[in-house]
C-alpha cells in the first residue's frame, strides 16, 4: 500500500518539537544565539562542538560512543574530547602548521579521526576528511587540489594508497599513522599519532578564528573537469545546530545516530559538528552495513534520532520484514542522499513503527535546506518543505541548458518542472571551490544559487525530486564525477576514449557503467573486459569504480566535442532520446 500523506498529531512528536511554531519571523540571527562564540570573540566549530559542553554541566556527559568493528566500544566524553582535541590541535603546532593549512584524514571511522577534525579547526586550520573507500587516484587528486600539508591516515591505507604518490604530492609534509603505537617505529615518512599526542599538552587556547575563516573542506563532483572542493567556514556551525533542532529534532538527552562516513558531507555536518555542537552522544560505528548489527545498535544502544540513506533502508528492507522489536527509545528517523522511495516511508512505518522523513541538501548547502519535519504531515516521495531562513525557487531552464536570465530568471509555479535554487545566505553555504573561482560563479544566476536539481512543488509547497539536471552519477548515496572515471580509464593503454553513465539500480540508486573506445589493435574480448574493471577498481576504489563496461566502435559526441552520456543512458535503456538541442549548447560546471 503506498500511502498519499502521513498526518501527525502532537501524539506523535513525544516531544514538543524545536521548530519554530511560525516560520515566517525566524532569521538567522536568532540562530546565531544558539552559539555562545569564543570567549576572546570570534567563532570555532570545535569550540561550539566540544569546549562550551566541556566548559560546563555537559563535561561527563558522553560525546561520541564509539562502537569498533570487532566489538570494541569507546565513551569519549566532552571533556576527554577537549583533552584530546586540545593535544591534536598541539601537535599540529608542534609540526609547524598555521592557520589555514589543509589538513586531510583517510580512516576508517575511529575516535581519531574525530579528534584530528575538531583538533585541526580548534588550531585555525582546514579539516578535509576523505572518504576511505578512495583508491589512491581520487586521494592523490584531493591531497594535490587541497594542498595538504598534513595527512591522517592508517598503515595499510599509507602503503595501498599514499606512498606510492608521495613525490607527486610536494606540499604533504607529514604523514601521522593512528594504528602505530607510541613505541613501534613508523614506516619510513611517517610519524606515528600516539608518539605524537602522548607528547602533547592538554592545555590549547583555541585559534581566534572568525564566523568567515574557512573551517571545512569538502570534495564534490561535477560533470566534467577535476573534484570540486567546496569550501565551508566557522559560520556553518549556526546551520548546523540549527538544523539539528530543525530537521532532526535533537534534544539534548537525545542518542543520535548519524550512519554516514565523514568522507562524505553528511558524516561531518551530521556525524560530527551538529550532534556535538546540540550536546548529545553521538555513535559512530566503525563497522559496514549489516542489518543484524544495525538493528542491535539501534536496541542497544537506546539510540533516538536516527539519520541514515535511502541506500541502507532498501537495503534493511530487503533483510527483513514484518516489526522489528525493541526499538522502543527510538523516537525520529531521517534520511538523505538520494530519493526516498515511498515504500520506504511506508516500511518506516511498519517495521519500526516510525515514518522515514526524508531531508534534501548537498554538499555545497552544507546543512539540510528541505525536510520533512517532526511537526510535518508527510507525502511519501516528496522531500517536503523548506527549512525556516531557507528561500528556494523552481526555475526553468532555457532550450541552451541555461537558466533563462533576461536580466531576471523565470520562478516557475506549482506542479511546473525546473531547476530547484536556493537564494543565498545561510550560514553553511560554500563560500568557494577551492582554487576554481569560475566554476563557484558558474553556480549563480540571477541572484539565486542554482542545485542542478530538476524537481516541482505541489500546491501545498511540498518539493518532488525529479533527477539530476546534469551527467552527475549517485550511487549508494555518493556523488561520483563521469569525467574522474572517464580519466582514469584513459589511464589504460587499451583505452582510446571512454564514456561513463549511471544505470538505474534497485539498490544502490544508480551503479556506473562504462563505455569504452578501444586503441587500435586493442581487442574486445572478456579478458580484457576484466582487466579495465580491474584497473577501474584499483585505480579508483570499489566505491567509484565501473560496476560494468561495454565496448564501444564510437562515443556520441556534441557539436563542441563533448561526450553525449544522456545520450548513451538513453540508449542503454532503450528511453526516448529527447531533445538533443538542449545537450549541444550545453556547458556543464
Ligand atoms: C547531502 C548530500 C547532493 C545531491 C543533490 C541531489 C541528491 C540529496 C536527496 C537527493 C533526492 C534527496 N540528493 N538528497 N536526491 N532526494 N532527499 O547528499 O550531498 O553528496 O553533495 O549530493 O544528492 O541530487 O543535488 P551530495
Same mark, same amino acid.
Not at 582546514?126 to 600539508?149: D, H, M, N, T, W
Given at each position: 500500500?503506498?500511502?498519499?500523506?502521513?498526518?501527525?498529531?502532537?501524539?506523535?512528536?513525544?516531544?514538543?518539537?524545536?521548530?519554530? +511554531?511560525?516560520? !515566517?519571523?525566524?532569521?538567522?540571527?536568532?540562530?546565531?544565539?544558539?552559539?555562545?562564540?569564543?570567549?576572546?570573540?570570534?567563532?570555532?566549530?570545535?569550540?561550539?562542538? %566540544?569546549?562550551?559542553?566541556? &566548559?560546563?554541566?555537559?563535561?561527563?556527559?558522553?560525546?561520541? /560512543?564509539?562502537?569498533?568493528?570487532?566489538?570494541? $566500544?569507546?565513551?569519549?566524553?566532552?571533556?576527554?574530547?577537549?583533552?584530546?582535541?586540545?593535544?591534536?590541535?598541539?601537535?599540529?603546532?608542534?609540526?609547524?602548521?598555521?592557520?589555514?593549512?589543509?589538513?586531510?584524514? @583517510?580512516?576508517?571511522?575511529?575516535?581519531?579521526?574525530?579528534?584530528?577534525?575538531?583538533?585541526?579547526?580548534?588550531?585555525?586550520?582546514?579539516?578535509?576528511? @576523505?572518504?576511505?573507500?578512495? =583508491?589512491?587516484?581520487? %586521494?592523490?587528486?584531493?591531497?594535490?587540489?587541497?594542498?595538504?600539508?598534513?595527512? %591522517?591516515?592508517?598503515?595499510?591505507?599509507?602503503t595501498r594508497k599514499v606512498e606510492g604518490l608521495r613525490d607527486r604530492l610536494p606540499a604533504l609534509?607529514?604523514?601521522?599513522?593512528?594504528?602505530?603505537?607510541?613505541?613501534?617505529?613508523?614506516?619510513?615518512?611517517?610519524?606515528?599519532?600516539?608518539?605524537?599526542?602522548?607528547?602533547?599538552?592538554?592545555?590549547?587556547?583555541?585559534?581566534?578564528?572568525?564566523?568567515?575563516?574557512?573551517?571545512?573542506?569538502?570534495?564534490?563532483?561535477?560533470?566534467?573537469?577535476?573534484?570540486?572542493?567546496?569550501?565551508?567556514?566557522?559560520?556553518?556551525?549556526?546551520? *548546523?545546530?540549527?538544523?539539528?533542532?530543525?530537521?532532526?529534532?535533537?534534544?539534548?538527552?537525545?542518542?543520535?545516530?548519524?550512519?554516514?562516513?565523514?568522507?562524505?558531507?553528511?558524516?561531518?555536518?551530521?556525524?560530527?559538528?551538529?550532534?556535538?555542537? /546540540?550536546?548529545?552522544?553521538?555513535?559512530?560505528?566503525?563497522?559496514?552495513?549489516?542489518?543484524?548489527?544495525?538493528?542491535?545498535?539501534?536496541?542497544?544502544?537506546?539510540?533516538?534520532?536516527?539519520?541514515?540513506?535511502?541506500?541502507?533502508? /532498501?537495503?534493511?528492507?530487503?533483510?527483513?520484514?514484518?516489526?522489528?522489536?525493541?526499538?522502543?527509545?527510538?523516537?525520529?528517523?531521517?534520511?538523505?542522499?538520494?530519493?526516498?522511495?515511498?515504500?520506504?516511508?511506508?516500511?518506516?512505518?511498519?517495521?519500526?513503527?516510525?515514518?522515514? *522523513?526524508?531531508?534534501?541538501?548537498?554538499?555545497?548547502?552544507?546543512?539540510?535546506?528541505?525536510?520533512?519535519?517532526?511537526?510535518?504531515?508527510? $507525502?511519501?516521495?516528496?522531500?517536503?518543505?523548506?527549512?525556516?531562513?531557507?528561500?528556494? &525557487?523552481?526555475? $526553468?531552464?532555457?532550450?541552451?541548458?541555461?537558466?533563462?536570465?533576461?536580466?531576471?530568471?523565470?520562478?516557475?509555479? +506549482?506542479?511546473?518542472?525546473?531547476?530547484?535554487?536556493?537564494?543565498? =545566505? #545561510?550560514?553553511?553555504?560554500?563560500?568557494?571551490?577551492?582554487?576554481?573561482?569560475?566554476?563557484?560563479?558558474?553556480?549563480?544566476?540571477?541572484?539565486?544559487?542554482?542545485?542542478?536539481?530538476?524537481?516541482?512543488?505541489?500546491?501545498?509547497?511540498?518539493? #518532488?525530486?525529479?533527477?539530476?539536471?546534469?551527467?552527475?552519477?549517485?550511487?549508494?548515496?555518493?556523488?561520483?564525477?563521469?569525467?574522474?572515471?572517464?580519466?582514469?580509464? @584513459?589511464?589504460?593503454?587499451?583505452?582510446?576514449? &571512454?564514456?561513463?553513465?549511471?544505470?538505474?539500480?534497485?539498490?544502490?540508486?544508480?551503479?556506473?557503467?562504462?563505455?569504452?573506445?578501444?586503441? *587500435?589493435? !586493442?581487442?574486445?574480448?572478456?579478458? @580484457?573486459? /576484466?582487466?579495465?574493471?580491474?584497473?577501474?577498481?584499483?585505480?579508483?576504489?570499489?566505491? %567509484?569504480?565501473?560496476?560494468?563496461?561495454?565496448?564501444?566502435?564510437?562515443?556520441?559526441?556534441?557539436?563542441?566535442?563533448k561526450i553525449m552520456r544522456r545520450l548513451l543512458r538513453a540508449r542503454e535503456l532503450g528511453l526516448?532520446?529527447?531533445?538533443?538541442?538542449?545537450?549541444?549548447?550545453?556547458?556543464?560546471?
Open positions: 500500500m503506498t500511502l498519499t500523506q502521513i498526518h501527525k498529531t502532537p501524539a506523535d512528536w513525544r516531544v514538543p518539537p524545536l521548530l519554530p +511554531p511560525d516560520p !515566517a519571523p525566524f532569521t538567522w540571527d536568532e540562530a546565531r544565539a544558539w552559539v555562545d562564540g569564543l570567549p576572546g570573540g570570534g567563532l570555532n566549530i570545535a569550540h561550539e562542538a %566540544v569546549d562550551r559542553h566541556a &566548559a560546563g554541566p555537559r563535561a561527563e556527559h558522553v560525546a561520541l /560512543r564509539w562502537l569498533g568493528r570487532h566489538g570494541e $566500544r569507546e565513551d569519549l566524553t566532552y571533556a576527554e574530547l577537549r583533552r584530546r582535541t586540545n593535544r591534536f590541535a598541539n601537535v599540529l603546532g608542534s609540526l609547524g602548521l598555521t592557520r589555514g593549512d589543509v589538513v586531510f584524514v @583517510l580512516s576508517g571511522r575511529v575516535p581519531e579521526l574525530y579528534v584530528a577534525v575538531l583538533g585541526a579547526l580548534k588550531a585555525g586550520c582546514v579539516a578535509s576528511p @576523505l572518504f576511505s573507500a578512495f =583508491g589512491p587516484e581520487p %586521494v592523490r587528486q584531493r591531497i594535490e587540489i587541497g594542498e595538504g600539508k598534513v595527512l %591522517v591516515t592508517t598503515r595499510s591505507a599509507y609534509r607529514h604523514v601521522l599513522l593512528v594504528d602505530v603505537p607510541a613505541d613501534a617505529e613508523p614506516p619510513a615518512g611517517t610519524l606515528s599519532l600516539a608518539a605524537l599526542m602522548a607528547a602533547a599538552s592538554d592545555d590549547y587556547t583555541v585559534a581566534a578564528t572568525e564566523p568567515e575563516t574557512p573551517a571545512l573542506l569538502h570534495f564534490t563532483s561535477g560533470t566534467t573537469g577535476t573534484p570540486k572542493g567546496a569550501v565551508h567556514v566557522h559560520e556553518a556551525v549556526v546551520m *548546523h545546530e540549527a538544523t539539528a533542532r530543525f530537521a532532526l529534532d535533537l534534544h539534548p538527552d537525545d542518542v543520535f545516530w548519524c550512519t554516514a562516513d565523514p568522507g562524505w558531507v553528511t558524516g561531518t555536518s551530521y556525524g560530527i559538528v551538529a550532534p556535538l555542537s /546540540r550536546g548529545v552522544t553521538s555513535i559512530v560505528d566503525e563497522a559496514d552495513f549489516d542489518a543484524d548489527r544495525w538493528y542491535a545498535i539501534l536496541r542497544d544502544e537506546h539510540v533516538t534520532v536516527w539519520y541514515t540513506a535511502p541506500t541502507a533502508v /532498501r537495503r534493511l528492507m530487503r533483510a527483513s520484514g514484518g516489526r522489528i522489536e525493541g526499538l522502543d527509545a527510538l523516537r525520529f528517523v531521517a534520511s538523505v542522499g538520494e530519493p526516498l522511495n515511498p515504500e520506504a516511508v511506508s516500511w518506516g512505518l511498519e517495521a519500526l513503527g516510525l515514518p522515514i *522523513h526524508d531531508t534534501w541538501w548537498q554538499t555545497e548547502t552544507g546543512g539540510i535546506m528541505i525536510a520533512n519535519t517532526v511537526a510535518s504531515d508527510i $507525502r511519501p516521495g516528496s522531500m517536503g518543505h523548506p527549512l525556516p531562513g531557507v528561500e528556494i &525557487a523552481v526555475l $526553468r531552464r532555457g532550450p541552451a541548458g541555461v537558466l533563462v536570465t533576461d536580466g531576471e530568471v523565470e520562478p516557475l509555479g +506549482p506542479g511546473v518542472e525546473g531547476e530547484l535554487a536556493l537564494k543565498p =545566505g #545561510w550560514p553553511s553555504m560554500f563560500r568557494t571551490y577551492l582554487g576554481q573561482p569560475e566554476r563557484y560563479a558558474a553556480c549563480f544566476k540571477g541572484g539565486w544559487y542554482c542545485t542542478g536539481d530538476l524537481v516541482t512543488r505541489d500546491a501545498d509547497g511540498y518539493v #518532488w525530486f525529479l533527477g539530476r539536471a546534469d551527467d552527475v552519477i549517485k550511487s549508494s548515496g555518493h556523488l561520483i564525477g563521469p569525467f574522474e572515471v572517464e580519466s582514469a580509464l @584513459l589511464e589504460h593503454p587499451a583505452v582510446a576514449e &571512454a564514456g561513463v553513465i549511471g544505470l538505474p539500480d534497485p539498490m544502490a540508486g544508480e551503479v556506473v557503467k562504462a563505455f569504452v573506445v578501444l586503441a *587500435h589493435g !586493442a581487442l574486445p574480448d572478456d579478458t @580484457l573486459r /576484466r582487466e579495465l574493471i580491474g584497473f577501474g577498481r584499483t585505480r579508483l576504489g570499489a566505491a %567509484v569504480a565501473p560496476r560494468d563496461l561495454a565496448f564501444v566502435e564510437e562515443l556520441p559526441h556534441t557539436r563542441s566535442g526516448p532520446i529527447g531533445d538533443l538541442s538542449t545537450l549541444e549548447g550545453e556547458e556543464p560546471t
